[in-house]
C-alpha cells in the first residue's frame, strides 16, 4: 500500500529517478515523473510532495520564483550540486546534495509526510475533525467516526486546497478525472451526501456552501 499518493519528481536525468523509484518502492511509496513544475496542475502540485533535481543556480532561482508565485515551498525536496548558492531570502524547503544518500531522502520524505497527516487531523467542520488519509470524519465530542467515500474525500480534499473556491466543472474534471461529459445531477448528488454527513442540516448548509456558483468549505 502506498504511503503517499502524490510523490513527483522532476528529474532531468532519468536514470536517476528510476533507480529512486526502485528504492521508494520497496519502502511502501509510488512516485511519477512530470516533464517540468509548469506541467503540473495546481490542484496536483499543492497536495504533494516534489523532488527537483536542480541542475544550475539559474534553474533553481526560476522553481523558486514560481513557487512563490503559487505559495508552495513547504513540500519540496531539491537534489544539487554543492556548488549551487541555495536562494538567500527565507525559504522553506528541504535541500540535498549529490552524491545523493538515499536514506536522507527517505527521512524527509518520511517528515513530510507525517507534516501532511497532522495538517489535515487540523482541519475541523463545526465538531467534525477531517481525517484525509484514513477517509473519514471524527466527532470532536464523542470520538464517534463517519466513513467517507473516495468519491466524498476527493472531494473534500479539493475543494480545501481551492482558496478562491471551485466551479461544477472543475468539480467534475478534477475529482471525477473523466472524459466524458458527466450528468450535473451526478455531482449535485454527491454534494447532497457529503452534506449528509458533514452538515447538521443538509437542507441549510453551513459547511459546503455555494456562493456566485463556487463551491466552499467553512472551517471551524
Same mark, same amino acid.
Given at each position: ?6 510523490? $513527483?519528481?522532476?528529474?532531468k536525468?532519468n536514470?536517476?529517478f *528510476?533507480?529512486?523509484q526502485?528504492?521508494?518502492? %520497496? ?6 515523473? @512530470?516533464?517540468d *513544475?509548469?506541467?503540473?496542475?495546481? =490542484?496536483?502540485?499543492?497536495?504533494? $510532495?516534489?523532488?527537483?533535481? $536542480?541542475?544550475? @543556480?539559474?534553474?533553481l532561482?526560476?522553481i523558486?520564483?514560481?513557487?512563490k508565485?503559487?505559495?508552495? =515551498?513547504?513540500?519540496?525536496?531539491f537534489?544539487?550540486?554543492?556548488k549551487?548558492?541555495p ?8 535541500t540535498l ?7 536522507d531522502?527517505?527521512? +524527509?520524505?518520511?517528515t513530510?509526510?507525517?507534516?501532511f =497527516?497532522?495538517e489535515?487531523? !487540523?482541519v475541523?467542520?463545526? !465538531?467534525?475533525? +477531517?481525517? &484525509? &488519509?484514513?477517509?473519514? #470524519?471524527?466527532? /470532536?465530542?464523542?470520538? /464517534?467516526s463517519?466513513?467517507?467515500?473516495d468519491l466524498e474525500?476527493?472531494?473534500i480534499?479539493?475543494i480545501?486546497?481551492?482558496?478562491d473556491g471551485c466551479? %461544477?466543472?472543475?468539480i467534475?474534471? !478534477?475529482?471525477?478525472? &473523466?472524459?466524458a461529459?458527466? @450528468?450535473? &445531477?451526478?455531482? @449535485?448528488s #454527491?454534494? +447532497?451526501? #457529503?452534506? %449528509?454527513?458533514?452538515e /447538521? /442540516?443538509?437542507n ?6 455555494q456562493? !456566485?456558483?463556487?463551491y466552499y468549505?467553512?472551517?471551524?
Amino acid at each position: 500500500m502506498t504511503k503517499v499518493k502524490n510523490l $513527483i519528481a522532476i528529474f532531468k536525468r532519468n536514470l536517476l529517478f *528510476f533507480e529512486l523509484q526502485k528504492l521508494l518502492k %520497496k519502502e511502501g511509496f509510488k512516485i511519477n515523473l @512530470e516533464k517540468d *513544475f509548469k506541467s503540473l496542475k495546481k =490542484s496536483n502540485f499543492q497536495n504533494s $510532495i516534489i523532488i527537483f533535481e $536542480i541542475t544550475s @543556480e539559474n534553474e533553481l532561482r526560476n522553481i523558486t520564483s514560481l513557487l512563490k508565485k503559487n505559495q508552495n =515551498s513547504s513540500n519540496c525536496i531539491f537534489i544539487m550540486n554543492k556548488k549551487i548558492k541555495p536562494p538567500t531570502e527565507n525559504f522553506n524547503f528541504k535541500t540535498l546534495n549529490h552524491p545523493l544518500m538515499f536514506n536522507d531522502l527517505l527521512r +524527509y520524505i518520511k517528515t513530510l509526510e507525517k507534516t501532511f =497527516s497532522e495538517e489535515k487531523l !487540523n482541519v475541523k467542520f463545526g !465538531n467534525k475533525l +477531517y481525517d &484525509h &488519509h484514513n477517509a473519514k #470524519l471524527i466527532n /470532536d465530542t464523542n470520538g /464517534d467516526s463517519i466513513k467517507l467515500t473516495d468519491l466524498e474525500n476527493k472531494l473534500i480534499n479539493f475543494i480545501l486546497n481551492k482558496n478562491d473556491g471551485c466551479t %461544477k466543472n472543475e468539480i467534475l474534471k !478534477n475529482v471525477w478525472e &473523466h472524459v466524458a461529459k458527466l @450528468e450535473t &445531477h451526478t455531482m @449535485e448528488s #454527491l454534494i +447532497y451526501r #457529503l452534506r %449528509k454527513k458533514i452538515e /447538521d /442540516d443538509p437542507n441549510q448548509p453551513r459547511t459546503l456552501i455555494q456562493i !456566485n456558483k463556487k463551491y466552499y468549505l467553512n472551517r471551524g
